[in-house]
């Protein structure tokens, strides 16, 4: 994923990269790892010092809304430890956490249809394919602003829509917070050659076998 697609995690994050995390600790950074977290069947992440048996001493919490009280004990959690590079979402939050640089990223924009695979797998949708499309609402007059998603079909044809540029998130919901009907929805599919326009930037629809659609 592009690096202009990302934005170091600081804004969502107690410590969005492993040297913030060593200096709360006051440990050096070589000791600091990146772990997801569970404690009474609840998620969370966290950077935990490793000693030199590899096993985890201590610990902080990554994000503000965590699930870990003040008084919790590290025997108290099982954690997992996490040496690849992983997508995950937390707080409806869309994140990325780059191991060899140890750094929680928050994706700003979805940039290809396999990070769209990626956020359907966590969402517990086995994606089959996936286009790239500007949807609007049936029967509104006049031209609204442009909503693209990619629209991930499982392997019973069902659809999911996942939205292109993470701050239309909230248009692709209702006023509970419920996904809109897809029935009062029309889809217009791009194909490569065509442009996503947003903020005064074009951004052209690129196919690969390999990747499928993403943007450039």
């Avoid at 995390?21 to 935990?48: H, T, Y």
């Avoid at 099982?78 to 939050?93: A, E, H, P």
Wanted: glycine share 6%; hydrophobic share 40%; net charge positive.
């Amino acid at each position: 994923m592009k690096k202009e697609f990302l934005k170091v995690a600081s804004d969502i994050c107690i410590a969005a990269t492993a040297e913030k995390a060593a200096e709360l600790m006051s440990c050096p950074v070589d000791e600091i790892a990146f772990a997801r977290a569970i404690n009474n069947q609840k998620i969370g992440f966290c950077w935990v010092k490793i000693g030199a048996d590899k096993k985890p001493l201590s610990y902080q919490p990554s994000f503000e809304n965590n699930i870990f009280e003040e008084d919790c004990k590290i025997s108290k959690l099982r954690l997992r430890t996490i040496s690849k590079d992983t997508y995950f979402v937390k707080d409806g939050n869309f994140c990325y956490y780059n191991q060899q640089e140890k750094v929680i990223f928050k994706v700003d924009v979805i940039s290809s249809g396999r990070v769209a695979t990626e956020r359907a797998l966590l969402a517990g949708i086995a994606a089959q394919t996936v286009s790239l499309a500007n949807i609007k609402k049936k029967g509104v007059v006049g031209k609204p602003s442009p909503l693209y998603v990619w629209v991930v079909r499982d392997t019973l044809g069902r659809s999911s829509l996942f939205p292109v540029f993470a701050e239309d998130a909230h248009r692709l919901v209702d006023d509970s917070g419920n996904p809109l009907p897809k029935n009062i929805l029309e889809a217009h599919y791009l194909e490569q050659g065509q442009s996503v326009r947003k903020h005064g930037e074009l951004y052209p629809v690129m196919l690969d076998p390999v990747k499928g659609f993403y943007l450039t």
